[in-house]
């Protein structure tokens, strides 16, 4: 604790003991050679010292939570192989009470403190009892305010700062600024907030923000296990697209009523991806919130050899622990890997994808080229519906624009031939203003453009791998259903193939 900035040292403390000691009982607690004999932690000592003893995963280790909190910066004596080091020596269970000691011992003296901190004359909560009603009155609203500007901007994943925020500033940022919107709806929030609230009590700065933010995702932490209770849970994991190495850990399991649940758990970051340390990160994580591998039966990730590596990836590092945590690789990617696989060893297939791409380049270059095409796609539709070779309806000839083909969602490549499809007469006519007007260069791209657009190739291969993706589509969306169970998914795959045979 001597780490800790001193001004913060209480309330770190306090929030350890609000949230008890660590005691993951279904652990599986690996063994030690000692005094030539396999030993453990026994699970059952957290029942004689509830108040007291946690085990660290990681160390293999237990500790004194009181001792830890409230250890003497200048302390002496055998009390870091229950703070500092961890104790280990399973074979001497009676250093727990050794430990312990007298009504003047070091532990007890820790535990006095422990108490005295909790107590009501203690806590945050009776100083500002002592305050007057009016005063803590207004703390509460402010406080509430704030509270409802967070939560507001969580739920809808917006940033909270502003780039100036200082007084002048006519835009201060989601946060202040939805603080204010607050504040002209309600006289009672106006007369306590922003320019109205004490000056170095507003409760708007960041690092109020931050600990709002920790402490709502506390809470929903803590909301999930208790959703989940002593069900039994999968895990999927996933990389995080920023440059960064973290991990998104997401738990899977069925409540009560039947229902699969699906939570996003939380994103930790870890020093690098091979599969030990990811193992290590998730069964931390795991255990910081009582949970343990024991409970696992489902794992699901991508197909990355670090991942589903036979030997030494995380699925085998899961499975030698525990037998049932069966491995599932999504579906809907393996299919896409199956598509883009095929797709690159046929050069004809794949000239075609480079030449959408090509034209999505083209006339989708500047806001001028997109307007001429949507203004002669519109025209068409219009010709068509007075002439009757498209019917008029709600949802039906919305406005329709070129899409690039993405590599992370196979889905796109769909849509961007459908689009192409529907409006390719549009396109070809773009393309032959651009082929008359443009600079010299990109004249000759949209006449070769046109010009392999016109060729019979082309358009077979649009139309065939349109119908094609057409039905891996409607596949690909049934696959990412989180009620999905794998001998549906099965029967789904052979359904497709069969459609895709006869069609």
Request: net charge positive; proline share 2%; charged share 25%.
């Amino acid at each position: 604790m001597i780490d800790y900035n001193p001004n913060d040292q209480d309330r770190i403390r306090r929030a350890y003991l609000q949230k008890g000691p660590c005691q993951p009982a279904d652990h599986k607690f690996p063994q030690t050679i000692i005094s030539g004999r396999l030993r453990r932690f026994n699970p059952s000592w957290f029942a004689t010292y509830r108040s007291w003893l946690e085990y660290r995963v990681k160390k293999d280790a237990a500790y004194c939570l009181y001792c830890y909190l409230f250890k003497p910066p200048d302390e002496e004596g055998g009390r870091d192989s229950f703070t500092t080091e961890g104790f280990r020596n399973w074979k001497r269970s009676d250093k727990f009470e050794i430990h312990v000691g007298g009504p003047n011992s070091a532990h007890n003296k820790a535990l006095e403190k422990a108490e005295n901190l909790l107590k009501q004359k203690q806590n945050i909560e009776t100083s500002l009892s002592r305050q007057s009603d009016h005063i803590r009155r207004q703390y509460r609203t402010r406080l509430d305010a704030s509270l409802q500007a967070i939560r507001y901007l969580l739920k809808q994943g917006l940033a909270f700062r502003g780039h100036d925020e200082s007084y002048e500033a006519r835009n201060k940022g989601n946060f202040h600024e939805l603080l204010r919107l607050l504040s002209h709806n309600s006289d009672e929030i106006r007369s306590v907030v922003l320019e109205n609230a004490p000056e170095n009590h507003k409760l708007t700065s960041p690092d109020i923000q931050k600990d709002i933010v920790r402490a709502c995702a506390l809470e929903i932490s803590d909301a999930i296990i208790k959703e989940l209770g002593n069900s039994n849970f999968a895990i999927l994991v996933a990389r995080d697209v920023s440059n960064k190495e973290q991990m998104a850990i997401v738990l899977r399991y069925v409540d009560p009523t039947g229902r699969v649940i699906e939570r996003f758990f939380g994103i930790i970051h870890v020093t690098d991806t091979n599969a030990v340390t990811l193992k290590s990160a998730i069964e931390a994580t795991l255990a910081s919130h009582s949970l343990s591998l024991s409970r696992l039966r489902g794992q699901g990730y991508d197909g990355a050899s670090n991942m589903r590596g036979q030997f030494n990836g995380l699925k085998t590092l899961i499975l030698n622990q525990n037998e049932s945590a069966f491995y599932i690789h999504c579906f809907a990617h393996q299919l896409q890997l199956a598509l883009v696989a095929v797709a690159k060893h046929h050069s004809q297939i794949e000239l075609m994808f480079n030449i959408v791409s090509n034209i999505s380049n083209v006339v989708g270059a500047s806001a001028k080229r997109r307007d001429i095409l949507r203004e002669k796609h519109a025209t068409k539709i219009v010709e068509a519906l007075e002439s009757g070779e498209v019917k008029s309806g709600k949802g039906l000839n919305q406005e329709l624009a070129l899409k690039r083909p993405g590599e992370t969602r196979w889905s796109s490549h769909y849509y961007s031939l459908m689009n192409l499809i529907y409006m390719y007469s549009s396109v070809v006519e773009v393309l032959e203003i651009i082929e008359t007007s443009a600079a010299a260069e990109k004249r000759a791209e949209a006449l070769s453009i046109i010009v392999l657009m016109r060729t019979f190739e082309f358009v077979f291969c649009v139309h065939l791998m349109k119908d094609i993706l057409g039905l891996t589509y409607e596949l690909s969306q049934a696959l990412q259903k989180k009620d999905q169970d794998i001998v549906n998914a099965i029967e789904l795959v052979q359904i497709y193939k069969k459609k895709k045979k006869t069609s």
